[in-house]
Structure formats: C-alpha cells, structure tokens
C-alpha cells in the first residue's frame, strides 16, 4: 500500500469518526425548551402585571392603552419585544398555545399551570368588552 492511499485511509477514516461524534451530541432538553418558551409569554405581557409574574425585571407597562380613545386597552402581549399589540397575531398565538394544552397538557408536568396562566391573559385581552369588530378589522 502506497503511502498515499494510506493517508486517504486515514483522513477518511477520521473524518467518519468526527462525523459521529457530532451525531451523537448531547440529548435535547425539551422541558427546559418548554419551559423558556412559556417563560417569553412572560416576557411580552402589557398592562398591569400579576404578583405571579416569573420575570421580575418585567414592571407594570401601557396601563393608559386605549385611553385616548375612551376604551380600556390594557393586558395582552406586545408582539416581540417592540412594544406593540397586533391582534391576529396575539389571537393566532392564543390559539396555539390553547392547542398545545389540548393536545399536550398532560406531559407538561409543572409548565402546564404556567402555559395556563399564559392563556389566560392572552384570552382576556381578545374578550374584553372594550374591543369590538372594528378594532379587530383595523
């Protein structure tokens, strides 16, 4: 065997070994994933927040929304970070979420109380007799 054909030998030989070794990375933690995931609900709630709100650093926010107009506008969840509400979005999340719990509720161990909570304030915000039709269509 040339010496050439040995060094082919073993660089595909290694490469396989390093190709494995990546394959066989550390196992997925879907609990923590769940977890973060129900955590950023936390993260987007507007209006006056729960004594139960996990993320402390999140205050109080938009407690006026909607007052210019006459209407009572606060809760929901701000879309992404950016400090506004879209509605479909809000309501899409909302079902999802809802979903999720229907479909899942019953391997979510301790995060299924959050994932309620979590509806429950989007859900409030969607029903609250202060949006009408015209809201949503705008």
């Known amino acids: 065997m040339s010496t050439n054909s040995l060094l082919v030998g073993l660089l595909i030989a290694s490469g396989l070994l390093a190709m494995t070794t990546v394959a066989q990375g550390p196992p997925h933690n879907y609990a923590d994933a769940l977890s973060k995931s129900i955590l950023f609900f936390n993260g987007q709630r507007s209006g006056k ?17 909607g007052s210019d107009v006459q209407r009572d506008l606060m ?7 950016d400090n506004v509400k879209f509605n479909f979005p809000m309501a899409f999340t909302t079902t999802m979420l809802s979903w999720s719990v229907l479909e899942f509720g019953n391997l979510m161990g301790p995060e299924l109380q959050h994932a309620l909570e979590a509806l429950r304030w989007g859900t409030d915000y969607c029903l609250n007799p202060q949006m009408n039709l015209v809201q949503w269509l705008a």
């Open 49 to 65: 927040l729960p004594s139960f709100q996990r993320m402390t650093w999140r205050k109080d926010s938009a407690l006026h929304d």
């Open 75 to 81: 809760g929901g969840y701000y879309d992404g970070g």
